[in-house]
């Protein structure tokens, strides 16, 4: 693996190796002291040209976690503002000595080209382009699901017969593109559920089954996971956008309210990526449930990204070695 930049491109046996390095990351992370040497003299540049908080610090924490050098990059107060192409920005990043360049980028697409084009002779990791692919958060959600599925410290499975369901703003979702995909390599059932308005076009083909009324999901799934989207009004034209009626009516017809977390199966457990639009898609009762497994899946991810980062820059060397 040179790259990490679709969901789609990763093997079953890929995915398993990320899931059981961070498994083995994990597990160091319990410690009093935390960091590990294999990123020693290492620089991993943080090329972020849209906002976030939980994947740029993740990828932050994840690096330093591993003794890596870190360049944190935001295209705002930089010369991006003043017309700089993302060609001369990677050169200059590349320039400095950068090793590994993790890049978040409003266009679709924009990884594969930084990875693709010559620019850089360096690994490249998609942290979100535009609504195309997001594939270390669907990492940390597939570690997740196996962590509460099979516990923890548990290495060489996969999600076989697991029940998913993914609720909401699919048609702006690089979360739900990369979860449908990583899901279907490690043998996952996921049924997407959403207003007709919030499924994109071609999703028929995609590897799941598709719902437009939750209440019967739930009856009919059984879900061992549900995870709920954030409606991304930002990406719509305006409040609401013509997307759904009315906030009321979304959360009437997708929240995850009450009544529905009673109707999930015991051990079901609620999942979100955030940043969350409570009463919206999730009620502040579903949130903040015994069964929300929102902050897990925050702390996973850094165990995740420590996963990605060694094998794409350690060169293979023995992660057990490493990590004593």
């Known amino acids: 693996m040179r790259h990490l930049l679709s969901a789609a491109d990763l093997t079953r046996a890929e995915a398993i190796e990320i899931l ?10 319990s410690r009093e002291i935390k960091k590990l040497p294999p990123l020693r003299g290492m620089t991993v540049v943080n090329l972020f040209f849209e906002d976030s908080t939980r994947t740029r610090i993740s990828f932050e924490a994840a690096a330093k976690r591993l003794s890596a050098d870190v360049i944190n990059f935001s295209a705002k107060g930089s010369s991006v503002s003043k017309g700089e192409s993302l060609k001369d920005t990677a050169q ?8 590994a360049v993790v890049i978040r980028h409003p266009a679709s697409g924009a990884p594969h080209r930084l990875a693709t084009a010559g620019w850089i002779d360096t690994p490249v990791i998609n942290a979100g382009d535009g609504m195309h692919q997001h ?45 449908v995909d990583l899901l279907a390599t490690l043998g996952a059932d996921v049924v997407l559920v959403a207003p007709p308005t919030l499924l994109p076009v071609g999703a028929e083909v995609w590897p799941c089954a598709l719902s437009y009324d939750l209440d019967a999901t739930i009856a009919e799934h059984t879900p061992d996971a549900i995870m709920m989207l954030r409606v991304q009004r930002e990406r719509m034209s305006s409040a609401g956008g013509g997307f759904f009626p009315s906030p009321m009516e979304y959360s009437r017809r997708y929240g995850l309210d009450g009544a529905r977390l009673r109707a999930l199966p015991d051990h079901a457990i609620v999942m979100h990526p955030g940043p969350m639009n409570r009463g919206l898609e999730i009620s502040a009762q579903a949130a903040d449930s015994a069964r929300s497994t929102v902050v897990e899946q925050v702390s996973n991810g850094v165990a995740v990204r420590m996963a990605v980062l060694y094998l794409l820059l350690a060169g293979g060397r023995s992660s057990e070695r490493n990590a004593q």
Do not use: K, Y
């Open 92 to 99: 200059t990043l590349a320039a400095m000595g950068a090793d």
């Open 20 to 29: 059981d390095t961070a498994e083995t990351m994990a597990q160091t992370q």
């Open 135 to 179: 594939p270390t958060q669907a990492l940390l959600d597939a570690f997740t699901m196996r962590r509460r599925r099979h516990g923890a410290a548990t290495t060489g499975t996969d999600l076989a017969g697991a029940r998913v369901v993914i609720v909401g703003d699919v048609l702006h979702s690089r979360v739900a593109r990369s979860n």
